[in-house]
Nanobody, 117 residues
Framework: QVQLVESGGGLVQAGGSLRLSCAAS????????LGWFRQAPGKEREFVAA???????SYADSVKGRFTISRDNAKNTVYLQMNSLKPEDTAVYYC???????????WGQGTQVTVSS
C-alpha cells in the first residue's frame, strides 16, 4: 500500500517562496502520474499541478509561471516549488498519485501553507 507524506509548508510573506515535498513509501512511483492539490478553508479541494514521466507537466491557471512541479524517482519524491506566493495560495496542500486509473481516493495529512499580506 502506498503512503504519501507531505512536508515543507509554513508561514511566508507575500512574494516569498516555499518548496513542498511529498515522499512515497510502500511502492516505487516512477510509472505513476503524481500531482499536487490544495484545499483552502471553506472551499473544495482543487488541482494545482501534475507531472507524468520526468518532464510532462500541467498546472492550474492560477499557479502557472509561479509554481514548478518536479520529481526524483530515486528518492520516490515529488516536489512543488512555489514562488511569488500570494495570500490566495493559503491552503492545505496534498499530493496524490494516479497509476493510470485516476487519482487515489485516500489523502494524507497534507501540509499547511499560509501566505501573509
Amino acid at each position: 500500500q502506498v503512503q504519501l507524506v507531505e512536508s515543507g509548508g509554513g508561514l511566508v510573506q507575500a512574494g516569498g517562496s516555499l518548496r513542498l515535498s511529498c515522499a512515497a513509501s510502500g511502492r516505487a512511483l516512477y510509472t505513476y502520474r503524481l500531482g499536487w492539490f490544495r484545499q483552502a478553508p471553506g472551499k473544495e479541494r482543487e488541482f494545482v499541478a501534475a507531472i507524468r514521466g520526468s518532464s510532462t507537466t500541467s498546472y492550474a491557471d492560477s499557479v502557472k509561471g509561479r509554481f514548478t512541479i518536479s520529481r526524483d524517482n530515486a528518492k520516490n519524491t515529488v516536489y512543488l516549488q512555489m514562488n511569488s506566493l500570494k495570500p490566495e495560495d493559503t491552503a492545505v496542500y496534498y499530493c496524490n498519485r494516479d497509476p493510470g486509473s485516476g487519482w487515489g481516493q485516500k489523502w494524507g495529512q497534507g501540509t499547511q501553507v499560509t501566505v501573509s499580506s
